[in-house]
């Protein structure tokens, strides 16, 4: 085979809305007594004490203290920053009567065709150019504006009552979710830019769409245009405050059912920006502790429909997650086993789903450190984007309450660190469900942490399970920083996620589960190892998970470590969370 251009992290990785954390710890000559304080402000606001702990070792105090320690690493506290509020409204409005900030019209390549005087052809366009003075047929004609998907132009112009009109471009033809969300978070930054309150958002073209096309349009612009209008900007020191107050999305309906995908979206769109701010916490400020605390204050906040529980070491090995607990080893931060539960108000269950998460709030690689280029370590504080996307959708699910669905939401927190503790290659640890495994390689943790979160959430008694992570720098090398990998043995399940994402407008591409590929897995001493070769690592990961799935569970892997990252934008995207959402919703009553 052709070699990598640079080494490839087995790792677990390719390798709204404000998150606090603070902590402080004080120690007497006998004893030890640890004063933790989480402060988290998220939208509404939340603070919990951990009541103190005492310790009769002197080593066990001193290490506590390091662990504390690492909340506030380096001085580090987030900014307290009070999100804006964006109000949308559905209107039926002619579009030059629209008074306002920014105008933006969503345009294919069709729309912006013009006739030989090099004028518009769409109706919508030749108005608007007609009541400009033709002055925007010529802007796009000096910029190439083409419609392509991308590609934007705004003017400031007279004799509006807008003082800016932006075309945008949706490419061929807009038929996908991608391409109106797309839109919306052109729209949001463009805002942001000129220091807009108000815009308005149209299609050139919408008489196409159908009813519940109107609908799900709505939707995607909506939730782009929160996404696009929002930075986290918690660990700057300076920071240009958001002014976008309002939205109208005119020309696609009005109505009760436009004003529930409206809020529908507002959902989703505020799920997926708790997840980001959570993905890009830094390591030192967002600890297994700090993690779980969130899923606490979700489970508070829709206390009606969630409920949760934190597992301690103590219980964990109860259960014998000796493969989870055996990644945790190394770390002064205690590991921290998430699991809330959305029942929904009245009426019977008809499914029973889990959603489990990679749960890794630092991945050094242990033992084997990760080093070289391409091997991020400086961004392994993403080793969690699995968990985001769960704790993300649990958010979402507390606030839009579907009916007829029990759902699960499981996270092993912990991290990968090295210490004299630490797991070695070599070693051998004994999962949940009773396998053992040959550790040949340290950094392939995630898969570890996985296998006893998956039999837990088995036995639950589940009858669906999609679990997400930052699994392999296989999967990132063979499907790009856009598209996450799918795994699984169902099709029926693979039907359910794919249309479920091609409504979210994420990315997803189904991989083969090539069973042949399990022989490079096995140990001489024990039941597998927990890395095969270099070839096709991202399936071996996932053969390696399918070992602590029931046979009558259906399951799904999705390996998110292409997309959990927006390079560009130095981000997390909070990738998962809306076709999570979606999948639940399809299984709901």
């Known amino acids: 085979m052709i070699p990598f251009p640079f080494p490839i992290p087995i790792c677990e990785t390719s390798s709204p809305f404000t998150l606090v954390a603070s902590a402080s710890y004080s120690s007497a000559s006998s004893c030890s007594s640890v004063f933790t304080r989480f402060r988290s402000k998220p939208l509404w606001g939340f603070s919990v004490s951990v009541a103190p702990l005492c310790y009769y070792s002197s080593r066990r105090a001193k290490r506590m203290a390091h662990s504390i320690a690492h909340a506030t690493l380096g001085l580090s506290q987030p900014n307290q920053i009070v999100p804006p509020k964006i109000s949308f409204a559905a209107k039926e409005i002619d579009l030059v009567e629209w008074k306002g900030d920014i105008l933006a019209i969503g345009v294919t390549e069709k729309d912006v065709a013009k006739d030989e005087s090099s004028k518009f052809q769409n109706p919508i366009l030749q108005k608007l150019d007609s009541k400009l003075g033709g002055l925007l047929s010529e802007a796009s004609s000096e910029e190439d504006f083409t ?56 299609l050139a073209t919408s008489e196409t769409l159908s009813a519940d096309s109107k609908l799900t349009t709505v939707s995607a612009i909506a939730s782009g245009t929160v996404l696009g209008t929002y930075e986290d900007s918690r660990f700057k020191s300076e920071s240009k405050k958001p002014t976008l107050t309002s939205v109208d999305i005119l020309g696609l ?6 004003e529930k995908k409206l809020k529908f979206a507002e959902s989703v769109s505020s799920a997926v920006i708790f997840g980001i701010n959570l993905v890009n916490a830094p390591a030192n400020i967002l600890t297994p502790a700090v993690l779980a605390e969130e899923a606490k204050r979700i489970a508070s906040l829709y206390s009606d429909v969630l409920t949760t529980t934190i597992l301690n070491v103590e219980q964990c090995k109860e259960l014998k997650m000796g493969s989870y607990l055996g990644v945790a080893a190394a770390s002064a931060n ?42 991020l370590i400086e961004l392994m504080k993403f080793d969690m984007g699995g968990s985001a996307a769960v704790l993300g959708a649990a958010k979402a699910l507390g606030q839009i309450k579907p009916a007829g669905v029990e759902v699960h939401f499981i996270v092993a927190a912990c991290e990968n660190m090295i210490s004299g503790t630490g797991m070695r290659p070599g070693d051998i640890v004994t999962a949940s469900n009773g396998k ?35 699994l392999t720098g296989a999967c990132r090398i063979a499907l790009g ?17 794919l249309e479920a994402s091609d409504v979210a407008g994420e990315k997803l591409w189904r991989m083969p589960l090539e069973e042949s590929y399990w ?28 070992q602590f799935v029931d046979e009558k569970v259906q399951w799904m892997h999705i390996d998110m470590a292409g997309p959990v990252w ?12 809306s076709t999570l959402v979606e999948w639940v919703l399809k299984n709901s009553s």
């Open 481 to 497: 920083s856009s598209i996450a990998g799918v795994f699984t043995p169902s099709d029926d399940l693979a039907k359910e996620v």
């Open 566 to 577: 927006n390079e560009k934008k130095k981000s997390a995207t909070g990738f998962g969370i």
């Open 519 to 546: 022989e490079s897995m096995k140990s001489g001493v024990a039941d597998m190892v927990n890395t095969g070769g270099r070839p096709g690592g991202s399936i071996t990961a996932a053969l390696f998970l399918k």
């Open 436 to 470: 053992t495994i040959e550790v040949n390689n340290t950094d392939a943790e995630g898969r570890l942490t996985l296998a006893d979160a998956l039999v837990y959430a088995c036995n639950q008694g589940v009858e669906k399970i999609v679990d997400l992570a930052t």
């Open 147 to 202: 419609g392509k998907a991308g590609q934007s132009t705004i003017l400031r112009v007279p004799g509006l009552g807008t003082k800016r009109v932006g075309l945008v471009g949706l490419g061929p033809a807009a038929l996908a979710t991608a391409a109106y969300c797309s839109l919306g978070e052109t729209i949001g930054a463009a805002a942001k830019s000129a220091q807009a309150s108000n815009v308005a958002i149209a």
């Open 253 to 258: 309906g009005t109505g009760p059912e436009i």
């Open 334 to 375: 205690p590991p921290h086993f998430i699991h809330i539960v959305y029942k929904p108000l009245g009426g019977s269950v008809k499914t029973k789903l889990a959603l489990v998460g990679k749960g890794l709030t630092f991945d050094s690689g242990g033992y084997n450190i990760k080093t070289g280029p391409g091997c």
